[in-house]
């Protein structure tokens, strides 16, 4: 279709999966019934929908490739009225192809655009099942086109909607009953896609019930595998505490998710996007960052390395070579002397630390300790080093720091 507009394309789509509709349930009703009162008037307003729609998609277009002319073929045939023109026809049942297009970009178009698939898939099974019963009852109805004496004066497709259910569903009452050898053959294939109808929908429900929760459900099946591993094991009760608590905090903070991974296909500028948003708590937290320019935060925080530290986790030891330097998110920390005995400060959300070993090259000058639980950003060396040299105040503010902390960088 030409027109960009998001709204219009929608409203065209709704409009033809009507259309499609009506054609699915109306037309074999035609057929078993002949003329319905409001048929004539919803075929009418169903063709001249499915007229402009031909217009519409195929106005403008100059080239054809093989597949356009066979979506121009089903537009066109389903736009022809045989019921109007020639009475029921067998013809009719070509004009059911257009569902089938509808659908299909239906499917589409909810899949890339909106996050309930699973809502989908549900209400698609439902309208397909629909749709099923009622091309099955009027079958019934065709191989009926003399009604059984007990069934004069009844609405007959009422009945064989009837029949068709108890049939589908296996109950079976057994008050319609097939009558002719066609008609049993017709009972057995009904009663057979019905225990297939039934294993699909089943499936399906089963299936969209556990999805319903994914990242719940993912983590209730690592911690079950990792319990199982942990005591196969024979870890000490502690340490398992530790990790289960580890992954406790995870799932309460990100539902267990691990960023990287998840960011790991998208494209650099929108990588960049979504990362400024996920690590926004710590861009506004460290001072130097709100007066700093948009691409060095931009690309700071493309750079950052979300990690967590459990209470009591050395996140470095003193004299060990330095590869990064850390932004806190969320938790505290504290800086222990060489001998590990004293705290020489506590640092908070909004802080950083480890920068002393990036700029001079030297092992780390304490070790640093989680207080709790941590949400720190790691910028690894390779970046911090690329990130001084271009920006001369991101450079200044590092050194300033420097010689703060441990006297002149020089
Ligand atoms: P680095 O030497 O790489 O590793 C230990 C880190 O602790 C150090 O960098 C500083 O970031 C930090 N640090 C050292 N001394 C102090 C201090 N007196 N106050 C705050 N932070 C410090």
Not at 357 to 372: F, K, M, Q, W, Y
Request: hydrophobic share 45%; glycine share 10%.
């Amino acid at each position: 279709m030409k027109t960009g507009n998001r709204y219009f394309v929608r409203a065209w789509t709704a409009v033809m999966f009507g259309s499609a509709t009506a054609l699915a349930f109306g037309v074999p009703l035609h057929l078993v019934q002949g003329a319905l009162r409001i048929g004539m008037f919803l075929d009418i307003a169903v063709t001249v929908m499915l007229v402009a729609d031909v217009v519409v998609r195929w106005g403008g277009s100059r080239s054809f490739t093989a597949r356009n002319w066979r979506w121009l073929f089903v537009d066109v045939v389903a736009a022809v009225p045989f019921g109007i023109l020639f009475g029921p026809t067998p013809l009719e049942l070509l004009r059911l192809m257009k569902l089938a297009r509808v659908m299909s970009v239906m499917a589409l178009w909810w899949r890339q655009n909106t996050p309930r698939w699973n809502t989908f898939r549900l209400l698609y099974s439902g309208y397909w099942i629909a749709l099923v019963v009622h091309w099955l009852a009027c079958g019934w109805m065709a191989l009926r086109a003399i009604p059984s004496e007990s069934l004069a004066g009844q609405n007959t497709y009422l009945r064989a909607l009837y029949w068709c259910v108890t049939t589908l569903t296996s109950v079976g009452y057994g008050d319609i009953t097939p009558q002719t050898e066609v008609e049993t053959i017709y009972a057995i294939i009904v009663m057979a896609i019905g225990v297939g109808m039934f294993g699909y929908v089943i499936g399906n429900i089963a299936h969209i019930l556990a999805n319903l929760h994914p990242s719940r459900a993912r983590y209730v099946e690592t911690m079950e595998r990792l319990n199982a591993f942990m005591e196969y094991r024979g870890l000490p009760s502690s340490l398992q505490d530790r990790v289960r608590g580890y992954y406790g905090y995870r799932w309460e903070k990100r539902l267990g998710f691990d960023e990287s991974e998840i960011l790991g296909g998208l494209p650099p500028s929108l990588l960049a996007d979504v990362s400024l948003y996920l690590k926004k708590d710590v861009i506004e937290k460290v001072p130097f960052f709100k007066g700093a320019g948009e691409d060095l935060v931009r690309e700071i925080a493309l750079a950052m390395r979300p990690v967590i530290y459990m209470p009591g986790d050395y996140i470095f030891r003193s004299g060990e070579k330095g590869q990064e330097m850390f932004f806190i998110g969320r938790g505290e920390v504290e800086v222990l002397s060489r001998d590990g005995r004293s705290v020489q400060a506590t640092l908070h959300d909004g802080e950083f630390f480890g920068e002393i070993a990036l700029v001079l090259g030297h092992p780390r000058t304490a070790s640093v300790r989680a207080i709790g639980f941590c949400d720190l950003y790691a910028l690894d060396k390779e970046t911090f080093d690329r990130i001084v040299a271009r920006n001369p105040e991101f450079a200044a503010h590092i050194d300033a720091m420097v010689r703060e902390r441990f006297g002149s960088p020089g």
